[in-house]
């Protein structure tokens, strides 16, 4: 076997989904921690301690204890190279963690056993799903009182529409948590104690040695479930699990670090390695000897004493070596990629060398985009666009002190490139920005507060619908405009439309339909192969 089709074999990729608070970034520490890239785990809520989750780097992550950016972070377990992405769960975000679930090859959802899926839950489901994502579920928190296991996978399949099947099994919840069977090693990992772990004989859950353990109550439920999830629940089929046809379930409190492992030796048997990937040009398969990547995240000012910008790259073929020259296809120039680094959170090493199913960091002066593709192929490769979600909400902004109005500037068009809020300037050069949601402008100004110096004002205006318009100059637009909309251009130029509600909209189109044709970002996006 070569050594780059071996390579490939060993790396797993994947994104940690979740509505916030229902412990993702926990789990993710925890899995860390058993790989051995951290040595201690920090818990979210320890602030006193001033210990923060790994891989919530920027302040005001640890100041809210929620994840607001996307960290990437690798570790090696049993011979497996593992990266996970740890996308931020506030609702707001959805635009980061979208582009984050481009780059993965499986996604594990955390939900909290109390309650059920919940909004944002379903949301990145749905996203999963659209992209053939196999997903893994984790029922976090049962050592708190819980819903019941069986309405718990019943809701699964409700509320999401997708066959589930129980690899883990919990033995109670809350104060009457005392463990969970693993239905594929036939064993009881015991919470209480030494958190031993009982081999049981042919007998599975009816082995006699359970009444010595477990309570009379949790041992009678254990028995009648297991019997009904043999009887009548899913059969474990690896192959539909890796084509996202089948969730595995699995059962365990990541607070206090429980179900967790097995739950990780599970994943990694029978999650995907990285399969090729759609392009312009056909499937593009990993073990190709031509180098291919793509841009799913900019990050400017990891670390603020060296004003620097990261762009993640998904490497999808062949093998990264520092020091090669690439193809960036958007513009077809020449690149050297000297410097190069492998991230956990914040925390950074030069990489020498890397392979398809790896996500490497690479300094950038300007250059990348979001959804850029770099390779060595000599065919003008691109992957599939990443689509921009349509912004809802809209602000005016400008520098408070105006002999700051450089930084500003600066600070404005980083952050835009970053893909971390939209940024259209009308004809007089006034900003205006446009969100998915209100905190991404209480973090962009955090931001540029703290990475530029600037204070700013912000003014809510009263739009809140964007849509572009196909073929045709800034200049013969102007005659559109009237007070119920405002003709503004995106940061690469391109003419917008912002009205004030749907219902504007709709008259505006209906007007002028025979001169105009007006298309959200999604569409638009996804046919110029931008974000």
């Given at each position: 076997?070569?050594q780059l089709?071996h390579e490939?074999?060993?790396?797993?990729i994947?994104?940690?989904?979740?509505?916030?608070?229902?412990?993702?970034t926990?789990?993710?520490?925890?899995l860390?921690l058993?790989?051995?890239?951290?040595?201690?785990?920090?818990t979210?809520?320890a602030?006193?301690n001033?210990?923060?989750?790994?891989?919530?780097?920027?302040?005001?992550?640890?100041?809210?204890?929620?994840?607001?950016?996307?960290?990437?972070?690798?570790f090696?377990?049993?011979?497996?190279?593992?990266s996970i992405?740890?996308?931020?769960g506030?609702?707001?975000?959805?635009?980061?963690?979208?582009?984050?679930?481009?780059?993965?090859?499986?996604?594990?959802?955390?939900?909290?056993?109390?309650?059920g899926i919940?909004?944002?839950?379903?949301k990145?489901?749905?996203?999963?799903?659209?992209r053939?994502i196999p997903?893994f579920?984790?029922?976090?928190?049962?050592?708190?009182?819980a819903?019941?296991?069986?309405?718990?996978?019943?809701?699964l399949?409700?509320?999401?529409?997708?066959p589930?099947?129980?690899?883990?099994?919990?033995i109670?919840?809350?104060?009457?948590?005392?463990?969970?069977?693993d239905?594929?090693k036939?064993?009881?990992?015991l919470f209480?104690g030494?958190?031993?772990?009982l081999t049981l004989n042919?007998d599975?859950?009816?082995?006699?040695?359970?009444?010595d353990?477990?309570t009379?109550?949790?041992?009678?439920?254990?028995r009648?479930e297991i019997?009904?999830?043999?009887?009548?629940?899913?059969?474990?089929?690896v192959?539909a699990?890796?084509?996202?046809?089948l969730?595995?379930?699995?059962?365990?409190?990541?607070?206090?670090?429980f179900g967790v492992?097995?739950?990780l030796?599970?994943?990694?048997?029978?999650?995907?390695a990285?399969?090729?990937?759609?392009?312009?040009?056909?499937p593009?398969?990993?073990?190709?000897e031509e180098?291919?990547?793509?841009v799913?995240?900019?990050?400017?000012?990891?670390?603020?004493?060296?004003?620097?910008r990261i762009?993640?790259v998904?490497?999808?073929?062949?093998v990264?070596?520092?020091?090669?020259?690439?193809?960036l296809?958007r513009t077809g120039?020449?690149?050297k990629?000297?410097q190069?680094?492998q991230l956990?959170a914040?925390?950074?090493e030069?990489v020498d060398k890397a392979?398809?199913?790896?996500?490497?960091?690479?300094?950038?002066?300007?250059t990348?985009?979001?959804?850029?593709?770099i390779?060595?192929a000599k065919?003008?490769?691109?992957?599939?666009a990443?689509?921009?979600?349509?912004?809802e909400?809209?602000m005016?902004?400008s520098?408070?002190n105006s002999l700051?109005s450089?930084?500003?500037?600066?600070?404005?068009?980083q952050?835009a490139q970053?893909?971390?809020?939209q940024?259209?300037?009308n004809?007089y050069n006034?900003i205006?920005?446009?969100?998915?949601?209100?905190?991404?402008?209480?973090v962009?100004?955090?931001?540029?507060?703290?990475?530029?110096?600037?204070?700013?004002?912000?003014?809510p205006?009263s739009?809140?619908?964007?849509?572009w318009v196909?073929?045709?100059?800034?200049?013969?637009?102007?005659?559109f405009?009237?007070?119920?909309?405002?003709?503004?251009t995106?940061?690469?130029?391109r003419?917008?439309?912002?009205f004030?509600?749907?219902?504007?909209f709709?008259r505006?189109?209906?007007?002028?339909?025979?001169e105009?044709?007006?298309?959200?970002?999604?569409?638009?996006n996804?046919?110029?192969g931008?974000e």
């Open positions: 076997m070569s089709k490939v074999e060993k790396r797993r994947f994104g940690i989904i979740s509505h916030p608070d229902a412990g993702k926990t789990l993710t520490e925890k860390l058993h790989g051995g890239a951290i040595r201690e785990a920090g979210v809520k602030r006193k001033s210990k923060h989750a790994k891989s919530d780097w920027m302040e005001i992550e640890k100041q809210r204890g929620i994840s607001v950016t996307s960290s990437v972070m690798q090696v377990y049993q011979d497996k190279v593992v992405m740890d996308t931020p506030h609702n707001d975000f959805g635009e980061d963690t979208y582009r984050v679930l481009t780059s993965v090859d499986s996604a594990v959802m955390v939900i909290d056993a109390a309650k919940e909004t944002q839950t379903k990145l489901f749905q996203v999963c799903r659209m053939g997903i579920t984790f029922m976090n928190k049962l050592d708190r009182q819903k019941d296991p069986l309405e718990l996978m019943e809701e399949e409700e509320v999401l529409g997708m589930s099947v129980a690899v883990t099994w919990p109670g919840s809350g104060m009457q948590f005392e463990g969970v069977y239905r594929i036939n064993e009881v990992h209480r030494d958190k031993s772990t042919e599975g859950v009816n082995d006699p040695v359970l009444a353990y477990l009379e109550e949790n041992l009678t439920n254990l009648d019997d009904l999830l043999d009887g009548a629940g899913n059969e474990i089929d192959e699990i890796q084509h996202g046809k969730t595995p379930v699995f059962f365990g409190t990541a607070l206090v670090d492992t097995s739950f030796n599970h994943y990694l048997d029978m999650s995907p990285p399969e090729a990937r759609k392009s312009n040009v056909g593009i398969d990993p073990t190709s180098f291919s990547g793509f799913f995240k900019i990050q400017a000012n990891m670390n603020p004493a060296h004003r620097d762009a993640f998904r490497i999808c073929s062949g990264f070596e520092r020091g090669m020259d690439v193809t296809t120039k020449k690149i990629l000297s190069s680094t956990m914040n925390d950074r030069t392979f398809a199913g790896d996500v490497i960091g690479i300094y950038d002066s300007g990348y985009q979001i959804g850029d593709t390779t060595t065919q003008k490769i691109a992957f599939e990443l689509p921009t979600f349509p912004p909400l809209f005016r902004v520098p408070i700051k450089k930084h500003f500037h600066k600070g404005v068009e952050l970053e893909g971390a809020i940024v259209y300037r004809e006034e205006y920005l446009g969100a998915v949601g209100q905190l991404q402008f209480e962009f100004e955090y931001r540029l507060n703290n990475e530029y110096g600037v204070d700013i004002r912000m003014e205006v739009y809140s619908v964007a849509r196909k073929d045709k100059e800034l200049k013969a637009l102007k005659p405009q009237d007070s119920r909309n405002m003709l503004v995106d940061r690469w130029e003419p917008v439309f912002l004030a509600n749907e219902f504007t709709d505006f189109k209906e007007r002028y339909e025979d105009l044709t007006l298309v959200d970002a999604l569409d638009v996804a046919e110029i931008v």
